[in-house]
DNA sequence: AAACAATATCGTAATATTGCAATATTATAA
DNA sequence: TTATAATATTGCAATATTACGATATTGTTT
């Protein structure tokens, strides 16, 4: 064994962990700020901003595009990668609906 | 190579992306849902719930404990697992903060 | 067309994760 | 004290992730 047994899990549960996976790792971090900081899609400059070799950098941005984290349009020669809106949003209602629940909680 | 350069990164970024990492798996996500479904924090009944052998159910629950998702208690026989709020909240406040920045944003 | 730039893909080595059987640990119950 | 119950740890096989050099692809520029 070693793989994931995600058809024992719900649709739902999958999704957010899909999600939260991207999100593991500093680098795939790194890049969802920048995209914040240049605050624009045109982002030909992420592989001169991560101290990550080009060919990685493209993996991770394959990573957040496959989970719906990024979205990216080919314009001419570069990419235009930028944050999908309505997944932050996924993430923000699943975070908030949990302290919502432990506030009515009367756990510890 | 393969190990995850984290010294490149902020203690910030790794911080996040430890966290989301930990939430990176449906077997943990499900785990925090049964948590907050029982409402309270005598869980010595997660082996019952989960379609998972009593080890890999241990080991899921370290890490949720590791990167702080959870807390644990002693209580004699069994071990009294809780939700952490305060990294719940790091959470809410990190997406919160992006979708606000996004708002702003002269993006697609 | 040829050179160049930006990005993606392939191949592969190093490392990490997942899952579980077997076993250990520790507290309660008999 | 000897079971019994709950949880953790160990060890290991299967699989996934990370990183990057080499190479491919594709659009732009000359």
């Known amino acids: 064994m070693g793989a994931t047994k995600t058809e024992h899990f719900t649709d739902a549960q999958n999704q957010i962990a899909i999600i939260a996976k991207a999100l593991g790792h500093p680098a795939r971090i ?16 992420i592989v001169n901003e991560l101290p ?8 991770h ?27 932050i949003d996924i993430l923000n209602s ?3 609906k949990i302290t919502q629940t432990l506030s009515k909680s009367k756990c510890c």
């Open 30 to 45: 790194a890049i969802i700020e920048y995209l914040l900081k240049v605050n624009e899609c045109i982002c030909g400059d």
């Open 61 to 87: 941005l394959k990573e957040l595009k496959n989970a719906g984290i990024i979205k990216g349009s080919i314009s001419g020669n570069t990419i235009c990668y930028c944050i999908d809106e309505k997944t």
């Open 94 to 96: 699943y975070f908030l």
């Open 52 to 59: 990550l070799a080009q060919p990685t950098i493209s993996q």
